[in-house]
């Protein structure tokens, strides 16, 4: 909003110019999405603690440790969509129909999580929404998105993929791109779900992530980096970097109320938003294989699951005390601590990885 009003005055107020730089903008969301994070913090937490008096449901047939958990209030994904969705509003350039598309998802993701938080409160068990229904709710505002992406890109390559590693190569999906992309933001979505079981655990990995998509949209949207890196090119791309920053921000000031031992919990309103919205950024600038490195703790826990499922399913064994992952290494003993933050120290290394393939071709 700032952009549009702001920036059409540059030639009779110089410092307005300032407003034409996505880094200005996205250092500004970043801020933005922090300062508003504090502020309403205390506010959102007391008022979710009031309503939902006992807090999360704890499952049964969880780690011994979360059931001196019982009473913390979920839901704090809120105070993500609420910073991050007022400050890309102020931030990012209303015009641009990559932005809005983005949006959908992570706030059509949001209220699909909020309908599973409230269930799971209000029926007091862990299941919450039938989990047919909700994935057919995300198939449709994927399918969604994903034709809005298809149909701004101004490139006769818009439904194309691109490959890490691979320069001046794009293969052409055609019409299985939507079912392609859909997948992508979906399963994001739900991997960052199955990640969000510790304190801390999830937000960091996607506060990792939306950096290195804050720098891939940045590259991707300018003519001349991406020439320079061979990468795709995306006309309008760039202006994902300020809903990046705007996502950063967020999530370091969830972070501040979430760090161990946490005063609040994202919930599904928070982790299937924030991974619908990495997956929606990846669709938008060619890097969904990219997303899979960068984003590979969460591919971890997601294969853990799927592993764990078909293992008891076929032998009646399992191949980890527990799934998702992270709560093998609970039951193996590990503290909560070490788990979080060695399963940070592999985000970081991923990601990484994932950045190199910008310049690895």
């Known amino acids: ?14 410092v307005f110019n300032l407003f034409r730089y996505l880094t200005f ?3 500004g969301a970043i801020m933005t999405a922090l300062v508003i994070s504090f502020v309403l913090g205390p506010a959102v937490i007391n008022w979710l603690r009031a ?32 910073a991050l969705s007022i400050s890309t509003l102020l931030w990012a350039d209303l015009g641009n129909g990559y932005v809005w598309s983005v949006l959908l998802v992570t706030g059509g993701f949001g209220l699909i999580g909020f309908a599973d938080d409230y269930l799971k409160l209000s029926k007091r068990n862990s299941k919450g929404l039938p989990g047919r229904l909700k994935l ?22 818009a439904l194309g993929l691109s490959v890490p590693f691979l320069k001046d190569f794009l293969l052409d999906l055609g019409w299985f791109f939507f079912p392609f992309a859909i997948l992508v933001m979906v399963g994001a979505s739900n991997a960052v779900n199955l990640t969000d079981g510790l304190d801390g655990l999830a937000i960091v990995p996607v506060m990792i992530a939306g950096s290195c998509f804050a720098l891939i949209a940045y590259l991707v949207g300018n003519t001349v980096f991406s020439q320079y890196l061979q990468i795709h090119h995306v006309v309008g791309a760039g202006e994902l970097a300020v809903f990046c ?11 501040w109320f979430n760090a161990p031992p946490a005063m609040v919990f994202m919930g599904d309103t928070g982790s299937l938003s924030m991974g619908g919205a990495l997956g929606a950024i990846s669709v938008v600038t060619k890097h969904e294989l990219v997303l899979a490195i960068i984003g590979g703790l969460f591919v971890l826990e997601t294969v853990s699951v799927i592993v ?11 191949v ?38 910008l310049k690895l071709r």
């Open 51 to 82: 309503q939902q008096k006992e807090g999360q449901p704890i499952r049964d047939d969880g780690p011994v440790t979360h059931l001196t958990k019982k009473g913390t209030p979920t839901m704090g994904g809120l105070l993500i969509l609420i």
């Open 25 to 27: 903008r996205t250092g």
């Open 136 to 157: 057919v709710l995300q198939v449709l505002i994927g399918g969604l998105a994903a034709y809005a992406i298809a149909e701004l890109s101004s490139s006769p390559d």
């Open 245 to 255: 920053g705007a996502l950063i921000g967020a999530g370091l000031g969830f972070l």
């Open 1 to 14: 909003m700032l952009y549009n009003l702001l920036f059409p005055l540059a030639d009779d107020y110089q």
């Open 320 to 357: 980890f005390r527990m799934a998702p992952l992270h709560h093998h290494f609970e039951q193996k003993g590990w503290a909560e601590p070490t788990i979080v933050i060695r399963f940070w120290i592999i985000a970081v290394i991923l990601a990484l990885i994932g950045l190199s393939t």
């Open 308 to 318: 764990q499922v078909f293992s008891f399913k076929l032998t009646g064994k399992r």
